[in-house]
Every structure is written in structure tokens, then in C-alpha cells.
């Protein structure tokens, strides 16, 4: 691939840009823009790749100075240096432009001479000052990995005494940083930053300190702790705390003054029952509850001497639920925001990934000091598009990869790379013995001839292959980009592509066809397809006689107002369930929205029965103290047309009949025919008298 830098050349004058390009072409990629407009598009699109714009001052639509203005809003001109180029000479004009920060300026006529040594000085000096904001940034990075390191190993000595891994300390430092992400997000109440997530993330390697005082006897006993073993295990807080506030130094550094908090008050709670203080609420510094949370997740989650492991999902509902004590409601809604990626957070909470999200605090930071700036967009541009790849990556569960070349060597994608075995860079791949185990030798060349076969204009090619995954042969398609330089000839330099198991292709194929026709909580169908399913038996078997149930959910209000949203939401999953056992097989049940549900169904001749047994099984029972009622509304086609909507509206005016009636019963719309083909009335009657309902099916006066 081609190493040479970029310059955007923005002047409206076709002449002078390819004068210009003709200048630098050889050494450097030209990418011109005709306007300032154009040019700005240009700065958006490329601005990580370019190294050097030169600009014009008149030009239509956007002058050179309102190119200069957003340069200056956006902060690219600290990042990417401006030369400008133009026949106007006045003072005015020059001044203004340097206090802008053009980096230099050049007149016309000019000497193409000139033009090229100051082009190359000006990049020349821009790398230099890029490389020097590196090794500040590598610097600090590497102080701050030393002081993490030792701490980490602090903490882990601590924790070897306790019987355990030292993972613990890990655990709640990925924890504590999670959660206060998503605080950060949620709320400015407690004034947090990037530097103040650091610090807590880091502090609350020590929460657990105090333990070295605590007798081996009582730190692992297997069993229940005695009264007077609790009293001397709870001291370990308040020994943590003097043995920081003991240090002869540092009492003034923001890292001891959040790891005094964290030791004394990690055991405090929201009602004010922890200890040893008894502080309540907001009195308990909210580095200490978020670490108190993240230490109660992860002891739930992990084997200790005394107990075994609860999963995932048991502990965020215990916490949830109040089981292992009160925690700030602002926290709780944290947790369950984050609740579906805690897992993935641990699972990459080693030293490694510590340290690169310490790298980008360090460079948050950075980012606050205006000689440093522009370094740190150019990293920062590179690391969102890195983020975005990755995450798309994941998303997909294909194996991805890049191969080039020169040097030889094939980049996989994160999840391609777990999923193969392999490193995440290869380089030699056809050497490696690892990488060509995994793809037959003559697939791999006929691929490489396929891709070498290609042209500029027609790049991509599809193989199909048996590919070793896992230790089990898999069918894979393979679909790859061939890459050729800008050079005449053409060059091929590489390829990107994936690989797509076709097995794994058919699997997410039905999980979104079943994503677009299910309830994503309760398993049944969704309004849309249930209408669509409904509309499509009432064409394709017209005469037949059909019903439509409209069910709700009574006070289910109050079971979300008194026990909270995911009590609400296992309520209706729990009614979803009676549901599904209380119809047939040819029957449909779906969600319609929020506690309301229906049924359609096909009946010969007894509907009184069918409809009282659905509603027999579905209504009554209680879910754990709360008790299933339901109201239901029902229409058949023998009195109203066999459409779903019409269907639809008369069992939703049958419901509202029931609702406002006391609720707790079903009752069915009926139309009362006085002449043939029109109707006099439409009343809801209750469907508790079966014989009522027989007389007015057959059209007898009621």
C-alpha cells in the first residue's frame, strides 16, 4: 500500500491546481476541492489523512478566510497546517490569514521550487511535534501503568491471604469504571470527569486492604461467621481507612483521598443499615457506593469458600430486588443499563486492556492542553473509526481480515480471530502452520489466483470452501475486495473480505425474521404479524367462522408502581406463558402493546365453551404476590365482517364494556338485527349468560 502523504489543494482556479498537482504529485496524493465549500467536505471526510492543505483566498461560495474560521471552530487547524497561495498581496489580507493560523504564505507568481521546499519543511515540522506529543503521552502512559502495576499487586496479596485469585480486585476495578460510565452519562449530579473515573477505578483496587489484619481463621472460614467473627470481619473497613490516613505523604493526592473513602464507607448502604458509620443516602461519597455495588455483583458472582457461584442474571436480580441490601436508585438504573455488557467488560478486564483504556484517559487529558491537541484528534478520529469497526465486527459474527502484500500479512477481525484460533496479525500467513491448517492448501491458491485475476474496475470476487473452525470442518463463503494501486500499471497490494458459514448465515437469517415477527419479551407474536398471519387465514379460508379475543392485563399499574418495571415485565411473560398453554395449535397469540394481548381462532359451533376455557386457564393464578386478573373482549364473523381491523375494533369495544364494568370478566359484541342488511344497535353484552349469547346469534329479540 502507499505510504505517501496527503494534501488537499483548494482553489477555484482548475489551472492552478493542476499546476500544483503536477508540483507535488510525484511525492505526495493530491486531492483537490474548487471551492471552499467543497474543500471543507474534503477536511470532514479525509481529515485524518491529510497532511498539508493548501488554500486560495477568492473563491466562490466559501472564501479561503471561511475556510480558515472553521478550521479554527473545529480545531483542525492545530491538527492539519495551512500554506496559502494567492495573487493578493495586501497587508490585510496576509495578517489576517497568519491570525488564523496559516503556517505560512506563498504569492503569485511562485517557483515551483520554493512551493516544494516550504511544503515539505511544513510537514516535515508538523511530524516532528506529532512525534514528540507521542513520547509525552508514552511517558505518561508508562508512569501511569507503573503505579496501577503496583497496586494491582498490593491488592493481590491482600486477596492471596483471602483465599482467592486476586481476580476480585480486577473484577471491581472493571466493574466500578462501568458503572461510572454510564453514571457520567446519565447525570451531572455528582460532578464526575475522566480523570475522577481514573482515580475511583483505580482507588478501588484497595477497597479491601483492611483484610491484612483480619485472622486467617475468621478471612476463611467456610461456614456462617458467629456474631463475635462478623464484629471483627466488619473492622477491616475502618483499619483500611487509618492505614491510608496513617501515611506519613500523599494525603493531599486525589487517588489516597478517594481510597480512604472507598476503605471506610464500601460497606455503608442507601438505607443507612451498613457500616461502620451508618451513613444514609447521599452522605456516603459515591465512589464508595459505586464500589460497594460492584464489590456485592462480584462476590455474588464468584466461588467463595463459604458458597458457590450465583450467574449473571441471579445477581443482578438479588441486587435489583434488595436482596443483598439498598443501593442509590440512580445506581440501580445504572446497573441495569449496563446490565447486557457487565460480561463482556470482565471478560476483557485484563492488565492489557486496563492499561489501553488508561492510555485514553491519559489522552483524554491531553486533549485539554491546546499544544497538544492536534495529536490527540488525529488518535482520536482513528481510535472512533477502530471502536466502529470492532463493534460492526462483533455484531455481524463474520470473520473478517485484511490481507496485504507487502509486508506479508493478514489482520482478522477481533471476533474472527477468537473464532479461528488465531492472533489478530499475522504476518507471513502462508508460512504460519497455525493459519494454513485452517484453509486447504489448493483453496488458498485458487483464491489467491481469483484475486490476482481481478481488475481496478472489477474487484471483488466470491469462493466458496470448507474452512477448520472450532476443529470441525464448516462450509464458508468467502467474499474479498482485491486492492490495486493508484500506479500505472496498476499494482494488486492486498485484499479485504469475510467469510460468512453458511450455517451461521441461515441461524441469524431466521433470528431476524423471528426479531421482526416476535415480542422481544414475551416470546409471542407482535401486533404486525399477528395481523398479517390473521388477514392471511381470513383469505385464505373465507366462510369460516372466526373469533377475536382482546385480553388485559387488570392493575397491572400497580404491580409496576409497587414491585417496579422488571417485576411488571416477568408478570407479563408469566400471562404470555398461560397463553401459549391455553389455545391450539392452529390458534394465534400475540402482544398488542403494553398489557394488552389477543387470541384469534377457528371454532365449528361451540365458541361459548372455547372462550370460557381460554379464559378459564388464562385468568386467576397469582405470580409470586401478585394476582392474575384479566378482562376480555371478544367478536366473531358471524355478526361483524371477517376483516382483522373491523374484528379488531368491535372485541376492543366489547373490552371496553368489561373495564368499565368492574373488569375481572369477558363479555362479546353483538349486533342486533332489525331489518336485513342493517343495523340498529351495537351493544356489548356480558358473557357470563351463554343462553342470552345463543338467542341473539340466531337473531332473536333479546
Sequence with gaps: MTSKQTILIIDD??????????????????????????GVAMLQKHGPEISLVLLDIVMPEMDGFGVLNLMNKYHWIEDIPVIMISAE???????????????????????????????????????????????????????????????????????????????????????????LKVLLRRTEKYHLTQTDISVISTASALHDIGKIAIPEDVLNKPGKLTNEEFAIMKTHS????????????????????????????????????GYPDRLKGDEIPISAQIVALADVYDALTSERVYKPAFSHEQAVNMILNGECGTFNPLLMDCLRDCADVIQEELKGGNLEDRSHREIQNVALELHKHEELIASERTLELLEHERMKYSFFASLTKEIQFEYTVTPPSLVLSTWGAEKLNLPEVLMDPYQNQQARAIMDAR????????????????????????????????????????????????????????????????????????????????????????KKRIMERLEDRPGGHYALAILDLDYFKSANDTYGHMFGDQVLKFLAE???????????????????????LEYKEDLESTIEGIYNRVNGGVYED????????????????????????????????????GKGHYSYYHEVHTHVGEVSAVSPIDGESAAGKTAQKKGEQV
Design 13 to 38: 482556479s482548475e489551472m492552478n491546481r493542476a499546476i500544483l498537482a503536477d508540483m507535488l504529485g510525484n511525492e505526495f496524493d493530491i486531492i483537490e476541492a474548487e471551492n471552499g465549500v467543497e
Design 89 to 179: 498581496r495586501g497587508s490585510t489580507h496576509i495578517e489576517r490569514a497568519f491570525d488564523l493560523g496559516v503556517i505560512d504564505f506563498i504569492s503569485r507568481p511562485f517557483d515551483a521550487l520554493i512551493v516544494h521546499r516550504r511544503v515539505v519543511n511544513t510537514i516535515l515540522l508538523y511530524a516532528k511535534q506529532k512525534r514528540l506529543t507521542a513520547m509525552v503521552a508514552e511517558q505518561i502512559f508508562e508512569k501511569e501503568h507503573r503505579s496501577s502495576l503496583m497496586i494491582d499487586i498490593l491488592s493481590h496479596i491482600v486477596e492471596f491471604r483471602n483465599g482467592e485469585s486476586g481476580m476480585h480486585v480486577r473484577h471491581v476495578h472493571t466493574l466500578t469504571e462501568t458503572i
Design 238 to 273: 475502618m483499619v483500611g481507612a487509618e492505614m491510608l490516613e496513617a501515611l506519613p505523604f500523599y494525603q493531599d493526592e486525589p487517588l489516597v483521598k478517594a481510597a480512604y473513602q472507598i476503605c471506610r464507607w464500601h460497606h455503608e448502604r442507601w438505607d443507612g443499615r
Design 443 to 530: 483453496d488458498l491458491d485458487n483464491l489467491a489466483d481469483m484475486l490476482h485475476s481481478t481488475t481496478p474496475g472489477n474487484p471483488v470476487v466470491t469462493y466458496d470452501c470448507k474452512l477448520r473452525v472450532e476443529g470441525e470442518e464448516r462450509w464458508h463463503r468467502i467474499i474479498a475486495r482485491a486492492a490495486w494501486s493508484s500506479e500505472e500499471p496498476p499494482r494488486y497490494t492486498g485484499c479485504i473480505g469475510k467469510a460468512l458459514d453458511n450455517h451461521s448465515s441461515r441461524l441469524q437469517m431466521e433470528n431476524l425474521e423471528r426479531q421482526a415477527s416476535h415480542d422481544t419479551l414475551t416470546g409471542l407474536l407482535n401486533r404486525a404479524y399477528a
Design 578 to 600: 398461560r397463553m401459549r398453554h391455553s389455545i391450539r395449535g392452529g390458534d394465534i397469540a400475540a402482544r398488542v402493546g403494553g398489557d394488552e394481548f389477543l387470541i384469534f
Design 626 to 661: 401478585f394476582k392474575i386478573s384479566v378482562s376480555m373482549g371478544v367478536a366473531s364473523t358471524e355478526l361483524v365482517d371477517a376483516d382483522f381491523e373491523t374484528l379488531f375494533r368491535c372485541a376492543d369495544e366489547a373490552l371496553y364494556v368489561v373495564k368499565n364494568s
